[in-house]
């Protein structure tokens, strides 16, 4: 069972109110930040700075991205109810919580089989309707292809063709795009000829995104 007690909403609130003084503005994604608790998709010794706006490790090495990161991605994807949304990296699963809860009918990969099950779980619990899969996030998830957004959790040295071929014309990809510690976070809209408009929004700085299941060979 996952408490969410007045503290924690309070706190929320208080979050809330951060990330718009931090310059975001989509009422649709602060509702969401507000509605989820962070908290159960953390380590218990966390517990006490999950509304902090921090990255937090989790386990195989990955982390929980920080408030304002999950947000921005989040207002970048410009997603409406209904929408068909990958998610490539699932990690805590607190991303894919926050599409959900934006109405959007999401779909998440994650190579790391501890993420994935213990994600699938919390969000099981909170009653987030995700599709969650254990597999490859460079080949997406052909079998449920196009989608209308793509967003990819993790930094990406090289943007996967599959996943250009599963985004729907008039889609949208939202990446960190980039080597090194550094990348610039960077959408992809497919046009009608096939060809991809790109923007770019500043730099951030995630884990980078590997090849294959963590258990493959």
């Known amino acids: ?20 003084r931090l310059g975001i503005s989509d009422k649709k994604v602060l509702e969401a930040i507000n509605k989820v608790p962070r908290h159960a998709f953390m380590s218990s010794a966390f517990l006490e700075h999950a509304y902090e706006n921090k ?14 990161t999950v947000a921005r991605q989040s207002e970048l994807l410009q997603v409406a109810p209904g929408m068909k949304v990958l998610e490539v990296g ?10 959900a809860a934006m109405g ?4 998440s990969i994650e190579r790391h089989n501890i993420l994935h099950q213990t994600a ?5 619990l909170l009653n987030y309707r995700v599709h969650c899969v254990y597999g490859d996030g460079y080949k997406g998830l052909p079998a ?7 967003i990819i959790t993790c930094a990406v040295p090289r943007i996967p063709e599959a996943l250009l071929d599963q985004l729907e014309t008039g889609g949208r ?6 080597e090194g510690a550094v990348q610039e976070m960077t959408v992809l809209t497919k046009m009608p000829d096939g060809s991809f408009n790109r923007e770019t929004f500043g730099a951030f700085s995630f884990v980078p995104m590997l090849e294959k299941r963590s258990d493959t060979p």
Request: glycine content about 10%.
């Open 1 to 20: 069972m996952i408490t969410d007690t007045y503290r924690h909403k309070g706190l929320r609130k208080q979050l809330v109110a951060e990330l718009e």
């Open 55 to 68: 990255a937090f490790s989790i386990a195989a090495g990955q982390t929980i991205s920080q408030p304002y």
């Open 90 to 99: 699932t990690g805590s699963g607190y991303q894919a919580a926050v599409l």
């Open 104 to 107: 959007a009918r999401v779909y």
């Open 120 to 124: 699938k779980r919390v969000l099981g």
């Open 144 to 150: 449920f292809a196009p989608f209308q957004r793509i």
């Open 173 to 178: 990809l939202v990446m960190p795009f980039g």
